[in-house]
């Protein structure tokens, strides 16, 4: 069970930062570099930040998408029908009645 507590922790950091990293981003591809370099994004290192920026947010998607298909084997989980054969708490205290 700790580490199920310690793989939702770590998707709360992740999403966190998914939501900075995004924020940061410009829809119209200036983003962070824009404010270092202008309308030139090829210049010195405004190009790197950019595309750091890029594999840095897609890290963080797929390590979110692996952290939560982890967590769904630890919580035990089972895939297919739930087991209807079994009765509920209502069918029993119906039978002991």
Avoid at 60 to 73: D, E, K, M
Avoid at 81 to 88: D, E, M, R
């Amino acid at each position: 069970m700790q580490i199920y507590v310690l793989i939702t922790i770590l998707l709360i950091i992740i999403s966190l930062l998914i939501i900075g990293v995004v924020l940061i981003q410009n829809p119209k591809g200036g983003g962070l570099g824009a404010g270092f370099g202008g309308a030139s994004g090829a210049l010195g290192g405004v190009q790197r930040s950019t595309d750091f920026i890029e594999k840095f947010t897609w890290g963080l998607a797929v390590a979110f998408l692996v952290l939560t298909i982890l967590s769904t084997g630890f919580l035990g989980i089972k895939s297919g029908t739930p087991n209807s054969a079994a009765p509920s708490e209502i069918e029993q205290q119906l039978n002991n009645e």
